[in-house]
C-alpha cells in the first residue's frame, strides 16, 4: 500500500485544527440535539442528485465528544444532514465516557444505528467487529457518490483509515490525527537548544536542561502510559528495528519483545527515571493536568499529537508556540516514523434505519461537513479538499512540512483498532509494562517478562477473538 506520506502530499493546503471552532476542556458527558453551524454550512451546500425525501423515521448517533466543539461538529453534521432529509429525526448522544454507556447496549442488541468511538483508542473495535455488530460498508464505499465533489466517496479520499477485518470494511475514520513529540517551541528559542533527532542527542540536551534550569525534559499524562507509548516509544520501534515490528508485537508473537530494538525503548524509559528527567508527581497526572503543566512551562517536551492545540485551545498561553517533531526514541539514524490514528465511525448491523444510516455515512464525508472537520479541531480530513479560507494550524502544517520534506514516514496500522495494539488486554499489559518502569515498581527485565507472559497468556486464550494486522 502507499505510504500515508504520499498521501498527505496533497493536503498541504487543507488543514486546521483552530478556526470556526474553538475546542473546549469540558469532559463531563452532554445531550446534545442539533443546533448551529459552521461556516462551512453555505458553499457547495448538500445537495446532489441522489437527494430524496424518502428517508424518514428516526436515527440514533452516539458520538465520542470532549466538549463544545466536538457537539458542535456533530451538531453540524446533522444540520447537513437534515438539508437532505427534513423527514427524519436525528437523536445524537455525545459523552465523554461513550464506549461506557454503549458497551452494555451492544451486548443487549440495543445498539445506536450509527456510533462514533473515541476516548479509549477504539477499545471495543475487534472485539464488536469480531461479533458481527457492525455492518459491512465495503459496498457501499465503493459505489456511493461524494457529495459536493465530483465522482464517488473512494475517489475522493486522500487518506483511507479503515477498520477492515477479512476483507470487509466495518468502520472508518473521516478523520486522523498523528502520534508524535511536542515541544514548547518559545522555551527552545530561548534557551538556544536545538531539537534531538535520536536518543544521543537527546540525552546531551536532558543534560544540559538539568544541570543549568528547573525545566524538565519531559513531562507526561502518567494515568495513561499510552501517550508515551504512541507518542515516543511506539516511533522510536519502528525507526530501529522496522513498522513491521510493531505488527509483529500486536500479532502477540512474544519474541518479538526481545528484539533489540524493543528492549532498548523500554531500557529508555528506565534512564528517563534514573536522570529524574521527567517528574516523579506526573505519574499521578490525567492528560489534561499533564499537559497544563507543560503550557505552563514546567517541562520542554510532552508525549501527545496534532490535536492538542484543539483540545487545550482555552488553556493555551497568549503567544505559546507549540513545536511538533518525531519520536527521538531510536538509536539509529533512520528516517523516522510517526504514527497515524482516528477513531471510527460504524453502522450498526442491527439498524432500524439501514437507509438513513447509509445517507447519514454520506454526508458525514460530503464536502461541507469535510470543512467542518477543520473548523471544528477533529483532525486531518480524510477527504481531499483544498479548504479555501481555513487558516492552517501549527500543529498540522509541521506534521505536513515533515511528511512532504521526507523527515518523518507517517505509518498507519490495517486490520485493527489503530494503534498496533488490536486487543484490550494488550493495550492494558504495554501499559502496566510502562508505569512499572517509570515508577521503580519493577527493573526492565523484569517488566518485560511479565509483559511477555501476558502476552502469551493473550495469544493462547480462545475467549479473545483474534485479527491478523499489518502496516501502510
Not at 462551512?40 to 458520538?63: F, R
Not at 465528544?65 to 444532514?81: Q, R
Request: charged share 20%; net charge negative; aromatic share 8%.
Amino acid at each position: 500500500m502507499k505510504r500515508i506520506v504520499c498521501l498527505l502530499l496533497a493536503l498541504l493546503m487543507c488543514l486546521s485544527l483552530f478556526a470556526g471552532c474553538a475546542a473546549t476542556t469540558n469532559n463531563t458527558a452532554a445531550d446534545s440535539t442539533p443546533s448551529g453551524e459552521t461556516t462551512a454550512a453555505d458553499p457547495n451546500t448538500a445537495t446532489d442528485a441522489n437527494q430524496t425525501t424518502t428517508i424518514s423515521g428516526e436515527l440514533e448517533v452516539a458520538a465520542f465528544s470532549n466538549g463544545e466543539a466536538n457537539d458542535k461538529f456533530w451538531n453540524t453534521v446533522i444540520a447537513e444532514f437534515n438539508k437532505l432529509y427534513p423527514d427524519c429525526k436525528v437523536n445524537l448522544i455525545t459523552s465523554a465516557n461513550i464506549e461506557e454507556s454503549m458497551r452494555p447496549r451492544f451486548v443487549s442488541d440495543n445498539a445506536p444505528d450509527i456510533y462514533f468511538m473515541g476516548g479509549q483508542a477504539n477499545a471495543d473495535v475487534t472485539p464488536l467487529t469480531a461479533e458481527g455488530k457492525f455492518m459491512d460498508l465495503t459496498e457501499w464505499y465503493n459505489s456511493v457518490e461524494a457529495i459536493g465533489y465530483d465522482g464517488l466517496l473512494k475517489d475522493n479520499m486522500a487518506t483511507e483509515m479503515f477498520n477492515r477485518q477479512n476483507d470487509g470494511i466495518y468502520g472508518m475514520g473521516f478523520y486522523y490525527g498523528v502520534w508524535a513529540c511536542l515541544y514548547n517551541k518559545n522555551m527552545l528559542d530561548e534557551h538556544g537548544w536545538t531539537l534531538p533527532t535520536n536518543w544521543a542527542e537527546f540525552e546531551a540536551l536532558a543534560k544540559e536542561i538539568k544541570e543549568t534550569t528547573d525545566i524538565y525534559p519531559i513531562i507526561h499524562q502518567g494515568q495513561y502510559p499510552d501517550y508515551i507509548g504512541y507518542g515516543l516509544m511506539q516511533g522510536g520501534i519502528a525507526t530501529d528495528g522496522g513498522k513491521e515490528l510493531l505488527c509483529e508485537e500486536g500479532n502477540l508473537n512474544v519474541d518479538a519483545f526481545d528484539d533489540p530494538a524493543v528492549v532498548s525503548a523500554y531500557e529508555k524509559l528506565a534512564e528517563v527515571r534514573a536522570n529524574d528527567w521527567s517528574p516523579e508527581y506526573c505519574l499521578s497526572m490525567s492528560h489534561t493536568e499533564a499537559q497544563m503543566m507543560w503550557l505552563q512551562g514546567k517541562a520542554l517536551f510532552l508525549p501527545c499529537g496534532n490535536w492538542l492545540a484543539g483540545e487545550m485551545a482555552d488553556s493555551l498561553p497568549e503567544g505559546f508556540e507549540i513545536g511538533l517533531c518525531p519520536s527521538f526514541w531510536h538509536d539509529s539514524n533512520n528516517t523516522p516514523n510517526m504514527v497515524a490514528t482516528t477513531a471510527f465511525v460504524t453502522v450498526s448491523a442491527d439498524t432500524k434505519n439501514p437507509d438513513a444510516a447509509l445517507a447519514f455515512m454520506q454526508v458525514l464525508f460530503s464536502k461541507n461537513v469535510t470543512r467542518a472537520v477543520a473548523e471544528c479541531g477533529m483532525g486531518i480530513p480524510c477527504m481531499r479538499d483544498d479548504l479555501d479560507g481555513i487558516d492552517l494550524g501549527q500543529e498540522n502544517t509541521q506534521v505536513l512540512d515533515l511528511a512532504n520534506s521526507g523527515a518523518a514516514d507517517i505509518i498507519c496500522e490495517i486490520g485493527g483498532v489503530g494503534n498496533f495494539e488490536p486487543y484490550a488486554e494488550l493495550r492494558t499489559a504495554v501499559k502496566n509494562a510502562i508505569a512499572s518502569i517509570l515508577s521503580g515498581e519493577k527493573d526492565t527485565d523484569t517488566a518485560l517478562t511479565d509483559l511477555k507472559s501476558e502476552v502469551a497468556r493473550i495469544r493462547d486464550d480462545s475467549s479473545i477473538q483474534k485479527v491478523t494486522i499489518s502496516v501502510s
